[in-house]
């Protein structure tokens, strides 16, 4: 799994390129390469999972005009090994 962090401002250009960024994590997530995504309780930032590769997530996020989009900033895109959730086996 791939985990993208987000770091927000209070441009509100953020906010009109926000519907359109959320129809396509929906589209993501109806695929399977999107496990799950949401602003932090402060709206500060936020967090997506991706079930993708890396070359994949690199994709997605050059073909979505937010990530660029004034206001967001791309702060973390890091691999993640999970020992616990969905699909995973139970390791020692």
């Known amino acids: 799994m791939i985990c993208v962090e987000l770091s ?8 009109e390129a926000r519907p359109a960024h959320r129809e396509r994590l929906h589209a ?3 695929a ?16 997506l999972v991706f079930t993708a590769d890396r ?4 994709q997605i996020l050059a073909e979505d005009p937010y990530y660029t989009t004034p206001g967001v900033e791309v702060t973390s895109v890091r691999e993640w ?6 699909d995973q086996p139970v390791r020692p």
């Open 32 to 47: 399977g390469e999107v496990l799950a995504s949401g602003p932090w309780a402060d709206d500060s930032g936020a967090l």
């Open 81 to 86: 090994s999970p020992v616990v959730g969905p």
């Open 8 to 15: 927000f401002t209070d441009d509100p250009r953020r906010l």
């Open 55 to 58: 070359a994949r997530v690199e």
């Open 28 to 30: 993501l997530y109806s």
